[in-house]
């Protein structure tokens, strides 16, 4: 079965610090990996998805995130957080039969310093 | 290019009673699916629908159905309330069919059961 596994519940950056979101997947085919981030009381934005190709994916608000076929990784980073980046981010895979659905993760919720 | 719209967006019901909540789709958009988000169980897939048809189906009691209607609207139907029930649904649409497409979330109805 697919699962997505988010080992950090929270985190907790300074602004101006670089972030590293944590994600490991697990599926039987070539997976299709989405990052989305949801800000309290929100429903889940698209930040950037890897469905082949290069394994460096750009996203916006300046994400990427770097597909590992050998480690099942696909983390999320970002090289100067902003205030604002604070919230919510799951990480999920795609299971794409005839029909379609996502399998998240736990989330990690990002917590911004001064 | 209006968004993934929900209604309502929040409802206090009983245990026993039944619920309604409405989505409507990106225009254009001919698939959509639901979510339901709880603390606990997080995000998991509730159903799937294109075309008016249910192509797949989460690992829900069949007190959770849904419908999609000939404009691609959804609404989704919770019979016989449980406090567990108490959860952010979150619906979402998608315009490819049978490829990993893009998911465009709503902001979601939450439900509270007392």
């Known amino acids: 079965a697919q699962s997505v596994t988010q080992p950090d519940i929270h985190i907790t950056v300074s602004e101006g610090a670089s972030l590293e979101l944590r994600c490991n997947y697990s599926y039987g085919a070539t997976p299709y990996l989405f990052w989305y981030v949801q800000s309290p009381g929100q429903g889940l934005q698209l930040l950037l998805k890897?469905?082949?190709?290069?394994?460096l994916v750009q996203g916006i608000k300046g994400f990427e995130a770097e597909f590992k076929r050998s480690q099942s990784s696909f983390n999320l980073r970002k090289p100067s957080v902003h205030w604002s980046d604070a919230a919510e981010y799951f990480c999920?895979?795609?299971?794409?039969?005839?029909?379609?659905?996502?399998?998240f993760g736990t989330g990690t919720r990002l917590l911004v310093s001064p | 290019k209006a968004g993934v719209t929900q209604t309502p967006r929040y409802l206090i019901k009983t245990r026993g009673q039944q619920v309604t909540l409405s989505c409507s789709p990106i225009?254009?958009?001919?698939?959509v699916s639901w979510y339901q988000q709880t603390p606990g169980q997080g995000l998991q897939f509730l159903f799937e629908?294109?075309?008016?048809?249910?192509?797949n189906k989460g690992n829900f009691p069949g007190r959770f159905s849904g419908r999609q209607f000939s404009n691609s609207r959804s609404e989704m139907n919770v019979s016989t309330l449980e406090l567990g029930d108490s959860a952010l649904y979150l619906c979402a649409s998608s315009l490819e069919v049978g490829a990993a497409g893009e998911l465009f979330f709503g902001e979601g109805s939450r439900l509270t059961v007392l």
């Open positions: 999920a895979v795609g299971v794409i039969q005839g029909f379609q659905k996502l399998v």
């Open positions: 890897y469905f082949s190709g290069d394994t």
């Open positions: 629908y294109f075309s008016e048809t249910q192509r």
């Open positions: 225009s254009g958009h001919r698939s």
